[in-house]
């Protein structure tokens, strides 16, 4: 089963623009981890954030983390056109890794 | 080397035929994971192993057939296989007990059945 929500489901914006999207989970969790997919193909990973953390940066990336709210969010600073994709969040628990249902965002130039 | 390699990269099968899927890595990852993935969804995991046994399966039906016959390489044997097995099937790797598991994917086996 999959481990939460994501919101937006689907979000388009335009180049420059900031995009930011949401999961929930319903489990405890060692970390929680973002992941990008394109056109269906495999995951790659984008950051993680540990359990005793608030937020972390990466790039043009924030995350932040609710552990009383079991919520996360991902910002994605002055968008570009190649950041058109599917955005997921997982959870860990002792290698068993699951996903939230994704955010697909676009980017338009 | 931070791959994950999947073969074949698509497949079609018959829903009497038996195939199998691969998946290696070679970064001395010691959890190796099996996703399934529909259109607009998020993959679904199936199968978890650690230390080459298996740890997690997900009430996966027994059409699918997990397999970790050394640390780098995991497989999943299909056999008897239904349409709506259609998928993505993903393969995954990570360490096991440092704390920041980042995993790492392959690109996928495009599963069609016929």
């Known amino acids: 089963s999959q481990q939460g929500e994501e919101d937006p489901q689907a979000l388009s914006i335009q180049e420059g623009e900031n995009a930011t999207m949401n999961c929930s989970y319903k489990?405890?969790?060692?970390?929680l981890q973002w992941y990008r997919q394109n056109s269906g193909r495999g995951l790659v990973h984008l950051i993680l954030?540990?359990?005793?953390?608030r937020e972390k940066h990466s790039g043009r990336l924030r995350v932040t983390l609710d552990t009383s709210k079991k919520s996360s969010s991902l910002l994605i600073t002055a968008s570009r056109a190649a950041d058109t994709a599917s955005y997921f969040c997982?959870?860990?628990?002792?290698?068993?890794?699951?996903f939230g249902a994704g955010t697909r965002l676009t980017v338009k130039p | 080397d931070t791959e994950v390699t999947q073969t074949p990269k698509h497949l079609v099968m018959g829903m009497t035929n038996k195939k199998s899927l691969k998946c290696e890595q070679h970064?001395?990852?010691?959890?190796m994971y099996w996703y399934k993935q529909k259109a607009k969804k998020p993959p679904e995991l199936m199968f978890v192993?650690?230390?080459?046994?298996?740890?997690i399966n997900e009430s996966v039906p027994s059409r699918f057939s997990p397999e970790c016959p050394n640390s780098s390489l995991l497989n999943l044997h299909l056999h008897a296989l239904q349409p709506e097995d259609s998928a993505l099937y993903l393969c995954?790797?990570?360490?096991?007990?440092?704390?920041?598991?980042?995993?790492?994917f392959g690109q996928g086996t495009r599963l069609t059945v016929v």
């Open positions: 995954a790797s990570t360490t096991i007990g440092e704390g920041d598991t980042e995993a790492f």
């Open positions: 489990t405890s969790i060692n970390n």
């Open positions: 954030i540990r359990s005793n953390e």
């Open positions: 997982a959870t860990d628990e002792l290698n068993d890794m699951r």
């Open positions: 970064m001395g990852h010691r959890a």
């Open positions: 192993y650690s230390y080459e046994k298996l740890s």
